[in-house]
């Protein structure tokens, strides 16, 4: 009877000990699989995501508008305050491109002379009614001479402009197209300027019946004796002395 009941304890203990090998066998997950992802706090998988190695910022990222080259703004007006030699004001000037990319070009005055006026853009940005010409004794010396893109004589300067009418109350208004520049090249390295000359712009039309005084006292020299515009005239139409200038500022 004890035999009987020792044999049947070992027959039990083998089972028992064979059934944990088994399961041992079965637990061990396969070699080299990474164990499933534990949900991170928000539910998603807790997977480590590599940063892309050499990642750069953007390329070709333009620069803002404005601040240069082919990015700059376009410009697409100029203004000035048009002043005498005291400092008053006495007058206004515009340019603005109209619909064909062409300046269209507005000026008005007050307080000046009744008459016809030359009036031209300058080749300098300043207006300084002390700097006089030794030549001419005119104010606004600063100001340059006519703006040209070219070497065109008067009336040929890009900066040449048709006369502005002043009536007798003291005020004058005149509008215009040119195609003579661009409303850019007024905004160079040393700017640019109007002027309002004392006498009308005979824009260079000098008959030619009308000589040229001689050039030399000496008999055996030679003398052009042209007729036409002399020098002078070619320069500025004879528009006399400067009497209002404005600093022109371009946006």
């Known amino acids: 009877m ?40 928000t539910g998603t998988p807790d997977v480590a995501t590599a940063s892309p190695t050499g990642t750069a910022s953007p390329t070709g990222t333009a620069s803002p508008t404005g601040t240069g080259g082919a990015g700059s703004p376009a410009v697409t007006s100029a203004t000035a305050e048009i002043k005498d030699t005291t400092g008053t004001v006495v007058g206004s000037f ?7 990319g062409k300046p269209y070009i507005s000026i008005t005055v007050s307080g000046l002379p009744t008459g016809y006026h030359g009036f031209h853009i300058h080749t300098k940005g300043v207006c300084d009614p002390g700097s006089v010409d030794p030549g001419t004794g005119s104010p606004f010396s600063s100001a340059g001479g006519h703006f040209s893109l070219g070497s065109q004589p008067h009336p040929g300067h890009s900066g040449d402009l048709p006369d502005l009418l002043v009536g007798g109350n003291g005020t004058g208004r005149l509008s215009f197209v040119t195609d003579r520049f661009q409303l850019k090249q007024l905004d160079d390295a040393d700017g ?4 309002v000359h004392e006498k ?46 404005g600093v022109i500022t371009v946006r």
């Open 2 to 41: 004890l035999r009987r009941t020792q044999l049947a304890l070992a027959t039990a203990a083998g089972a028992i000990a064979a059934g944990v090998g088994l399961s041992a066998e079965a637990a061990p997950h396969p070699t080299g699989t990474p164990s499933p992802a534990t949900p991170g706090p």
């Open 94 to 100: 515009s340019v603005k491109e109209d619909q064909d």
């Open 192 to 195: 640019s300027a109007v002027v």
């Open 200 to 245: 009308a712009d005979n824009q260079a039309n000098i008959p030619d019946r009308y000589n040229h005084p001689a050039d030399t006292d000496d008999p055996e020299s030679e003398t052009t004796m042209t007729t036409g515009p002399d020098a002078e005239t070619l320069k500025s139409g004879d528009s006399g002395a400067r009497i209002a200038c």
